[in-house]
Each structure stands twice: as structure tokens, then as C-alpha cells.
């Protein structure tokens, strides 16, 4: 009421449009995008002031970017494609204009060396995420641009920033959850999925405090069950989808991941091929529409495949060609990896194709995508009779599913390995720890206390000293200097 009232009875434009700026991020974080696109419409109307405009259409461009039903998309990456090239990005508001405009580039697959030549103008002085007076938009979409360009490592350490500013400052809220969230997704993104499990698990406490329904709990639900699934956890995934209510509910935001298609890959992780691709289908169509075309972005055609390959061969087929298209036009070598992956589903798994995957794959940060290409590599080699390169090729992914904490797809490996007589060594005693149990142990081997710790992974001090104490019991440790010696601190 108090934004409203100050919105509503500014004596200058000034006035007018900070009251404007802080009543619409207020309806951003609230999932309410857009009632804060249109105040924004309205005060641009009644603003004469050409600077007070650029600045209130910079916030109405951030915010429309982010609203799910935002009727004048396309329009506005025509605005964006018009007014920001240009720009030298000597200002804040240039600055959000230029990092908006690289994150449009990269929603539509365009070559991703344009969105990050743009990006570059953004971040070369550096980026503030605790900004009292411009907030930390300007900076997450810059790591956003990153985090969904094959620069995963670049977004990771962008948010481990933002982790440690809003920390520092005391922003244990919103911001605090979003950054935790965003680096969790990185983290999923680069494979290490206890990381990515330990990092969601926080933010949703967080974002909880908040109230529910909140763009941050969104984004952090489905990190999670996304993580989750990759390793294997089915049945956990499902529960945190029906505890939160995640696939009853559409959130006004843009959410990323995108909901129906985590919807649609838990669906087909449970076997449920027909509903999964009646899902995947839909939300395709609406993304393409909007239009967010980049499987970088949403990989839901490479599920679709996934989905149909058996029982709809040839739209499998499209689809998968259509993936190669668009992850060429993207010019991301992973992305490509990836797409190659999945073509070689629906063409008797080639092992050209996948060996071209596997080499566009071996040195980008992704490693989950490595180790599921390997994964399908070998498998292929068993079939063509080549064990040798067969035996090979498991023996690297089961070090890499160890890396990343893939414990179901090593249990796969383990079985394959063992029909080719190789018998493969026990996982890393730390590998079975839980994430959350995982994530005191590295604090407390860093030398935290338990008061920090407790406050870092917002639990209780009751809950950090039975998880420590468990963590001893279950890697044979006694000491501190213990933890320290397994887990290579």
C-alpha cells in the first residue's frame, strides 16, 4: 500500500518513476509480473521526461522478459534488437538494456558469440548482485546468459558472487534464495549433482520463509527434481513435486528450469512415455510461439525423442533433426553434443554420431552430458561387437559418474563392465553421503563452527550436530583433520 500511495502521489516524474521501479520489482518477486509490466505501461504513458523513460522502459523490458504470458514478446526483442546495439553501456540502465537484449539473443538460438560479444559490454567493469539502489538483475541475467551458453563454470562462479554478497550484507531472503537456486542450477549444469542437491535444499528453505508460490521456491523445485533425477532418484523427485504442489500450479514468471518440461521428464523417467510426450508436445508449442526456440535453453525436444522414439519413430526422427538445426544455429559445441545424442537415438544409435558427440562433449564444463553420451557410446560398442573400445569407454564414464554423483547410471555401468568380465572398484566412501550430510561435512572440514554452519545451510544447530556426527560414523572419521584427509580439503 505504502509503494502504491507513493506511485500514486509523486510530485515529479523522479519521484514518480523511483515509486514505479520499486512497485514493480515488488510484484516481480511476488509472482505478480504482470501487474508490474502494466503499472510500468501506465507510468511510461504519463512520463514526459526522456530520461525518466529510458529507465522505466529498461524495467518494463526486465520484467516483461520474465513474464510467462506476456502477449507483446516478440515486439519487445524486436525493441531490444532495435535500441541496444548501440548503446556503450555507460550507465545502469544501459547496462540492464544490453544484458536483457544478450538474454533475448540467447532465448532465440542465436549464435551465442553475438550474446556474449553484447554480455561482454555488461560485465567487463564487473557485476554487483547486493546493489541497493539497482538490485541484482542486471547481474543474474548476465550470469544467465552464461549459464545457458556452454559457460556453466563462468555462471557457477557468478553466483557463487552473489551467494557470498547477499551474505556479507545480511540478504538472507529472496535475493539469498534466487542466488542459492541459480547456483544449484549451475552446478546441475556442470554435473555435480550433490552440489546441485545441497544448494537447492537451501534455497527452498529460504524461499519458504517468504510464503509459497514464490518465483524463487519455483526455480529451486525444479533444480531440484531435475538433479534428482539425474541421479537416479525417481521416487524422490515425485515426492518433492507432490509435497510442493509443482506440476498442480502455472507461475505467472518465466521459470527455469521451465516447468512442464521438468513435468514432462519426470513422467518419462517413471515410464509414462504417452502422458511425458503429451506434456513435452505442449509446452514446445508454447515455447516456440513465445518464441524460446533454444534447446540450450529447453531441452524438451530431446525428451520428446526420448518419449517417442518407439512408439512415433519418424516424428522422433523431425524432432531430433530439428534439435541438430537449432543447436547448429546456436553454435554451442555441447549443445550440439547433446543434440547429436539424441539423434543417434532414432537412427540405430550410430556410434559415429555418438563419437562425434563424445568429442564436442570431452572438454565443456557440462560433464553430466559427457558421462551420458559415454554411457550410450559404450553401449553401442557392445553392440557392434567392438568390447574393447567397449570396456574403455564404461571405465571412463564410471570415473566420471564417481565426479559427478551419479550413483544409479554408475550401478548401470557397473553391470555392463561386469558382462565384459572387468570388475569395477567400490565408489568413494564419500559418494554415499546424502547432499545435505555431504554439504556440513565440507563446511565443517573448512573449520566452520556449527553456529556457522547451522546459519549457512539454514538448519538448526540440533540438525548440523546429528549430521556431523553421522558423517563420522559413516566415513570412519573421529576428528576434523579427518574429514579433512577424505575429502581432500
Known amino acids: 500500500p505504502e509503494l502504491r500511495a507513493a506511485y500514486r502521489l509523486a510530485p515529479d516524474d523522479l519521484l514518480r518513476t523511483d515509486a514505479a521501479v520499486a512497485l514493480a520489482k515488488t510484484h516481480g518477486y511476488a509472482d505478480q509480473l504482470g501487474d508490474g509490466v502494466r503499472l510500468l505501461d501506465a507510468a511510461l504513458e504519463r512520463c514526459p521526461d526522456e530520461r525518466q523513460r529510458q529507465r522505466l522502459l529498461a524495467e518494463q523490458l526486465l520484467w516483461a522478459t520474465w513474464w510467462a504470458d506476456d502477449p507483446r514478446r516478440a515486439d519487445r526483442m524486436a525493441v531490444l534488437d532495435r535500441i541496444a546495439p548501440p548503446l556503450p553501456g555507460d550507465t545502469d540502465v544501459e547496462r540492464l538494456l544490453i544484458a536483457l537484449h544478450a538474454w533475448s539473443l540467447v532465448l532465440r538460438g542465436r549464435p551465442r558469440a553475438e550474446a556474449f560479444a553484447a554480455v561482454e559490454r555488461v560485465i567487463r567493469a564487473g557485476v554487483v548482485f547486493a546493489d541497493v539502489d539497482q538490485g541484482m538483475e542486471i547481474a543474474t541475467v548476465s550470469a544467465f546468459v552464461h549459464l545457458y551458453s556452454g559457460a556453466a563454470d563462468v555462471s557457477h562462479g557468478l553466483f557463487d558472487q552473489a551467494v557470498d554478497e547477499f551474505e556479507r550484507n545480511g540478504w538472507r531472503g529472496t535475493h539469498l534464495a534466487f542466488a542459492y537456486a541459480n547456483r544449484g542450477h549451475s552446478a546441475l549444469r556442470l554435473g555435480r549433482l550433490h552440489d546441485a542437491v545441497a544448494d537447492t535444499d537451501i534455497a527452498l528453505r529460504l524461499a519458504i520463509r517468504s510464503g509459497t508460490g514464490t518465483p524463487a521456491e519455483w526455480f529451486a523445485t525444479g533444480t531440484l527434481v531435475e538433479t534428482l533425477l539425474a541421479r537416479g532418484e525417481t521416487g524422490a523427485a515425485a515426492k518433492i513435486c507432490a509435497d510442493r504442489g509443482y506440476r498442480d500450479r502455472r507461475p505467472d514468471a518465466v521459470v527455469m528450469p521451465v516447468p512442464e518440461a521438468v513435468a514432462g521428464k519426470l513422467l518419462l523417467a517413471q515410464g509414462d512415455h504417452g502422458r511425458a510426450a503429451t506434456v513435452l508436445r505442449e509446452v514446445g508449442r508454447r515455447l516456440d510461439a513465445a518464441p524460446v526456440v533454444n534447446p540450450a535453453v529447453c531441452g524438451w525436444r530431446f525428451d520428446l525423442v526420448e518419449a517417442v522414439r518407439h512408439s512415433a519413430p519418424e516424428e522422433a526422427r523431425e524432432v531430433a533433426a530439428e534439435a541438430v538445426r537449432l ?145 563420522h560414523e559413516l566415513l570412519g572419521t573421529e576428528s576434523r583433520a579427518g574429514l579433512r584427509r577424505v575429502l581432500n580439503r
Do not use: M, W
Not at 434 to 443: F, G, K, T
Open 327 to 471: 543447436a547448429d544455429g546456436f553454435a554451442d559445441p555441447a549443445t550440439r553434443g547433446q543434440a547429436l545424442r539424441t539423434l543417434a537415438a532414432v537412427d540405430a544409435e550410430r556410434p559415429a554420431l555418438l563419437a562425434e558427440s563424445a568429442d564436442l562433449l570431452r572438454n565443456a564444463p557440462e560433464r553430466g552430458e559427457y558421462l551420458r553420451t559415454l554411457a550410450r557410446l559404450g553401449a553401442a560398442f557392445v553392440r557392434s561387437g567392438h568390447t574393447g573400445d567397449a570396456r574403455r569407454t564404461f571405465t571412463e564414464a564410471v570415473a566420471l559418474a564417481d565426479e559427478c554423483g551419479a550413483a544409479a547410471l554408475r550401478k548401470d555401468l557397473e553391470g555392463e563392465l561386469g558382462e565384459l568380465g572387468v570388475t569395477v572398484a567400490r565408489p568413494p566412501r564419500v559418494n554415499a553421503l546424502p547432499p545435505r550430510s555431504r554439504r556440513v561435512a565440507e563446511l565443517a572440514a573448512d573449520g566452520h563452527s556449527e553456529a556457522e554452519i547451522a546459519h549457512k545451510t539454514v538448519l538448526d544447530l540440533d540438525t548440523v550436530r546429528k549430521l556431523e556426527l553421522g558423517v
